[in-house]
């Protein structure tokens, strides 16, 4: 439970309730990073109104709920939680939201991600025009040498994406999302009510990647999700190949099963279109590198064309300017591109592993990164 009662509602001089912004930061053994989180969260220039860090089966003798405390949150210790982290805020949200109106806002945020200090400012802005969710455009940390690196310029070529979409979101990402109290409550009683799978809460304990099913939950219910690019934070970046492998096979094979669960629908045939988009991506890859190793095994050479020199040019050229940002270490890896090439290779062999994962149906495990 919370180390006391929070306090009441604020209200305006008039009397009215002022709109509540409550942060649930979610955490199991994360007693090294909580502390630059919450800090993060009490130097928003919209301060949340209360900070609540849900300690979920830690087994860290304390450490993460004493350093959540320390830095100034309330705690919620929970233990034997079914579910994972999707269990642990179902718990939290049950206690909380009683408290609070359908016009107040809830901040999900992972233990491991610092917000940029306008975050909550710009995404409690963008709540209008039946926005029914604000998720945020991750960066990666510094640090993690070549592989951080790689990770750092995937995740600017996917806030480009967003910021070309509109700022419409993806995937209201676990990392940092805001949303509705309304919209939290219609998603519970839609599921409550059959019109949604996923059990009968308000985040599916079926899912892999809570955060990908919540987002087409949202989005089924007719409210749109959006990812403004004010709304940046910094999260984890992996520092091994195997630790890399399990984040990208439980994303990828939860996106998957999401989509089996849902079915082909409105809102869901965007995602469809992706997914087969990358698996020929990746079947055409994989025919080109076939094709040269034949070339080079009977003739000794590659042919170059000027067409597909041109071809190539090209692409090295959108692989540069969509990693701009990300400063002149991603700019020159980006132009050798045979480093990156081999990162896609990587994650292609992520996407067939997850297709195979799901078509002999093994086991599903969610691996904690």
């Known amino acids: 439970m919370p180390t006391s009662e929070p306090p009441t509602s604020p209200t305006t001089p008039q009397g009215q309730h002022k709109r509540r912004v409550v942060a649930l930061i979610p955490a199991r053994n994360e007693a090294a990073r909580i502390a630059a989180a919450i800090d993060?969260?009490?130097?928003?220039?919209?301060?949340?109104?209360?900070?609540?860090?849900?300690s979920n089966n830690c087994t860290d003798d304390g450490a993460t709920r004493d350093a959540a405390r320390d830095a100034g949150a309330w705690v919620l210790d929970l233990h034997n939680i079914r579910g994972k982290k999707a269990g642990a805020l179902n718990e939290a949200l049950d206690q909380v939201l009683p408290t609070l109106e359908d016009r107040d806002l809830v901040l999900i945020q992972d233990a491991d991600t610092v917000l940029a200090p306008h975050f909550l400012e710009h995404a409690a802005a963008a709540m209008r025009?039946?926005?029914?969710?604000?998720?945020?455009?991750?960066?990666?940390?510094?640090?993690?040498?070549?592989?951080?690196?790689?990770?750092?310029?995937?995740?600017?070529?996917?806030?480009?994406e967003i910021a070309r979409n509109g700022d419409r979101a993806i995937v209201l990402t676990g990392t940092a999302s805001l949303f509705r109290v309304r919209v939290l409550r219609e998603v519970r009683e839609a599921r409550?009510?059959?019109?949604?799978?996923?059990?009968?809460?308000?985040?599916?304990?079926?899912?892999?990647?809570?955060?990908?099913?919540?987002?087409?939950?949202?989005?089924?219910?007719?409210?749109?999700?959006?990812?403004?690019?004010?709304?940046?934070?910094?999260?984890?970046?992996?520092?091994?190949?195997?630790?890399?492998?399990?984040?990208?096979?439980?994303w990828q094979r939860g996106?998957?099963?999401?989509?089996?669960?849902y079915g082909l629908t409105k809102v869901t045939a965007p995602?469809?279109?992706?997914?087969?988009?990358?698996?020929?991506?990746?079947?055409?890859?994989?025919?080109?590198?076939?094709?040269?190793?034949?070339?080079?095994?009977?003739?000794?050479?590659i042919g170059i064309s000027p067409f597909w020199t041109a071809i190539g040019a090209i692409f090295v050229v959108e692989k540069?300017?969509?990693?701009?940002?990300?400063?002149?270490?991603?700019?020159?890896?980006?132009?050798?591109?045979?480093?990156?090439?081999?990162?896609?290779?990587?994650?292609?062999?992520?996407?067939?592993r997850a297709l195979i994962d799901l078509a002999l149906r093994r086991e599903e495990r969610w691996v904690a990164t």
């Open 255 to 261: 996106a998957l099963e999401n989509l089996r669960d």
């Open 129 to 160: 025009r039946k926005v029914g969710a604000v998720g945020g455009v991750f960066y990666g940390e510094p640090g993690g040498g070549l592989l951080g690196l790689l990770q750092r310029m995937e995740y600017q070529r996917y806030a480009w």
């Open 40 to 54: 993060g969260l009490h130097a928003q220039t919209l301060a949340p109104d209360l900070v609540i860090a849900v």
């Open 271 to 301: 995602y469809f279109g992706k997914q087969i988009m990358m698996g020929l991506g990746a079947l055409a890859f994989a025919l080109y590198l076939t094709f040269v190793g034949l070339e080079l095994a009977y003739l000794g050479t």
């Open 192 to 250: 409550l009510a059959g019109r949604l799978g996923g059990g009968t809460s308000y985040y599916s304990l079926a899912s892999l990647t809570e955060d990908d099913e919540i987002t087409k939950a949202v989005k089924t219910l007719g409210y749109r999700t959006m990812s403004p690019a004010a709304c940046t934070v910094t999260t984890e970046v992996m520092t091994t190949v195997p630790a890399l492998w399990a984040q990208r096979l439980r």
């Open 320 to 352: 540069v300017v969509s990693v701009w940002a990300a400063g002149w270490p991603a700019r020159l890896l980006a132009t050798v591109l045979v480093v990156e090439l081999a990162y896609d290779l990587f994650q292609h062999a992520v996407y067939f």
